[in-house]
């Protein structure tokens, strides 16, 4: 009789012990597709950061440049005596500059924005310095205060190429900063 519980107990034994392991296996399999699903589900999202992050830099770097074109585009008509067309353009770059400066606040790295917040410093200072030479009288003064201007905006491009060796590291393009990198 004895033997025959002891038969008993171990078929009951054996399919709960059978049932708990098929659970276990079951539970880790479930657990494996849900890492999978949530994977999937990032890479996508990174994706889209990233791509957000590209245009975002794109713009900005295209917009910090046509400002400063429009601008020396300016001064040098200016310095013409025939500035018609440039000074509409300085205003509508300088929005469209202010727009991208605005979208890259939200979403740039602090590194980024720090080294840009120097090329926008210099952008402002040289365009409330041209506003000023086209409000001038003086045909003397103005050549004076053009060269200036001129000589503001000249060196933005070296400070662009610092923000953009930045942006192409934050974006994977480059591995590492440029030798010439001067933060």
């Known amino acids: 009789m004895i033997v025959a519980i002891v038969g008993v107990l171990g078929t009951l034994a054996s399919m709960v012990i059978t049932q708990a392991l098929s659970q276990r296996a079951r539970l880790r399999e ?32 295209a917009h910090d440049r046509h400002y400063r074109d429009a601008m020396l585009a ?11 067309t440039e000074a509409v353009e300085v205003s509508s770059a300088r929005r469209a500059q202010r727009d991208a400066r605005d979208e890259a606040q939200m979403i740039a790295s602090e590194e980024v924005l720090t080294v840009e917040n120097r090329v926008n410093i210099q952008l402002t200072f040289a365009y409330r310095l041209l506003m000023e030479v086209a409000s001038e009288p003086e045909p003397s003064a103005r ?29 994977g393009v480059a591995q590492e900063l440029p030798a010439w990198y001067d933060p």
């Open 30 to 61: 479930v657990e494996q597709v849900e890492r999978v699903r949530v994977a999937e589900q990032r890479a996508p999202a990174e994706l889209r950061k990233v791509d957000q992050l590209r245009s975002c830099y794109v713009q900005l770097n």
């Open 143 to 171: 050549l004076t205060q053009l060269d200036e201007v001129i000589g503001l905006l000249d060196p933005v491009i070296e400070k662009l190429e610092h923000v953009q060796a930045l942006m192409r590291v934050e974006l």
């Open 74 to 84: 300016y001064a040098y008509a200016l310095k013409l005596g025939a500035a018609g």
